[in-house]
């Protein structure tokens, strides 16, 4: 039988927990197995920097997956005005900008 190496995170969560915390930004529950959300998504652009990044739980992540905009939107919102300005300056074409116009 063939042996595959283990899968690596793609993101270390240590580093995204010091800069962002390990509880959920949305609902607050704080779980080992929460993940980074990326805001521009990993398959436009691999943008693995802690301003595109948010810790979400499962469910959280999952919502905001299935097209909850207003989540998506709110969270944005939370981020300091420098943490925008320098995703907005990796990705200026990206959608995101529309969620936070009106």
């Known amino acids: 039988m063939t042996q595959f190496p283990k899968a690596q995170p793609i993101i270390d969560e240590k580093l995204l927990a010091s800069y962002h915390g390990a509880a959920c930004e949305e609902c607050l529950f704080n779980f ?3 993940r980074a959300h990326h805001f521009v998504r990993r398959s436009h652009l ?13 469910d959280c992540h999952r919502r905001i997956h299935d097209g909850d905009q ?3 939107k709110k969270l944005l919102k939370r981020r300091s005005k420098e943490d925008l300005a ?15 116009e009106d």
Do not use: M, Q, Y
């Not at 691999?46 to 499962?58: G, K, S, T, Y």
């Not at 907005?88 to 969620?99: I, N, T, V």
């Open 32 to 34: 080992k197995g929460n």
């Open 46 to 58: 691999r943008l693995d920097i802690p301003e595109n990044l948010c810790v979400l739980c499962f």
């Open 86 to 100: 320098v995703l907005r300056g990796h990705a200026p074409h990206s959608g995101l900008w529309k969620l936070l």
């Open 70 to 72: 207003d989540l998506e």
